[in-house]
T-cell receptor, first 113, second 114 residues
Framework: EAQVTQNPRYLITVTGKKLTVTCSQN?????MSWYRQDPGLGLRQIYYSMNVEVTDKGDVPEGYKVSRKEKRNFPLILESPSPNQTSLYFC????????????FGPGTRLTVT | AQKITQTQPGMFVQEKEAVTLDCTYD???????LFWYKQPSSGEMIFLIY??????QNATEGRYSLNFQKARKSANLVISASQLGDSAMYFC???????????FGAGTTVTVRA
């Protein structure tokens, strides 16, 4: 089954404790992206990757890091989480940028206390 | 920079009726794409429909159609014959055709009444 998986689905952590949210896709997509969803703001793009070893900032990259060492994986790293990073996070992948529809993972609910 | 505006935070619609969700956008790109996604209460994001800025006809996908008015910079989603399962949040999004960024609106919550 074609899918995007994220782990963990739910995470409660404390301020400053480094964490990684994993994202993996099995569709051989070149493009992958991370979004955060907050009430009243819709989804905002954090980082995206056009291919292996090629990443770029979205609209809200501060406090986040990403890497794309393999085509299928695109982890999101929070080196020192803060409460304002409490949010619902989505990973997505697509065949390419532009007109291609994005396939979303199930989401990761992160709470930073 | 691209900006998407969805002015309707929430809407109620009677089952079997049609509903129109508004979306206006602002961009300096000549070529761009517009998407609509559905997010049910379970949380997943589901792709509904896509419209390219140079497509001559409005996009349709089953009960979903996109009323694209380029001069007015609007891309409204029309859901015909609403069903209870259409109750969800709906997001309008856009990207430049040669771009890798995707910008979303704030969303509209639709509640279908029996």
């Amino acid at each position: 089954e074609a899918q995007v998986t994220q782990n963990p689905r739910y995470l409660i952590t404390v301020t400053g404790k480094k964490l990684t949210v994993t994202c993996s896709q099995n569709m051989n997509h070149e493009y992958m992206s991370w979004y955060r969803q907050d009430p009243g703001l819709g989804l905002r793009q954090i980082y995206y990757s056009m291919n292996v070893e090629v990443t770029d900032k979205g609209d809200v990259p501060e406090g986040y890091k990403v890497s794309r060492k393999e085509k299928r994986n695109f982890p999101l790293i929070l080196e020192s989480p803060s409460p304002n990073q409490t949010s619902l996070y989505f990973c997505a992948s697509a065949r390419g940028g532009g007109a291609y529809e994005q396939y979303f993972g199930p989401g990761t609910r992160l709470t930073v206390t | 920079a691209q900006k998407i505006t969805q002015t309707q935070p929430g809407m109620f619609v009677q089952e079997k009726e049609a509903v129109t969700l508004d979306c206006t956008y602002d961009t300096s790109d000549q070529s761009y794409g517009l998407f609509w996604y559905k997010q049910p209460s379970s949380g997943e994001m589901i792709f509904l429909i896509y419209q390219g800025s140079y497509d001559e006809q409005n996009a349709t996908e089953g009960r979903y159609s996109l009323n694209f008015q380029k001069a007015r910079k609007s891309a409204n989603l029309v859901i015909s014959a609403s069903q209870l399962g259409d109750s969800a949040m709906y997001f309008c999004a856009m990207t430049g055709i040669n771009d890798y960024k995707l910008s979303f609106g704030a969303g509209t919550t639709v509640t279908v009444r029996a």
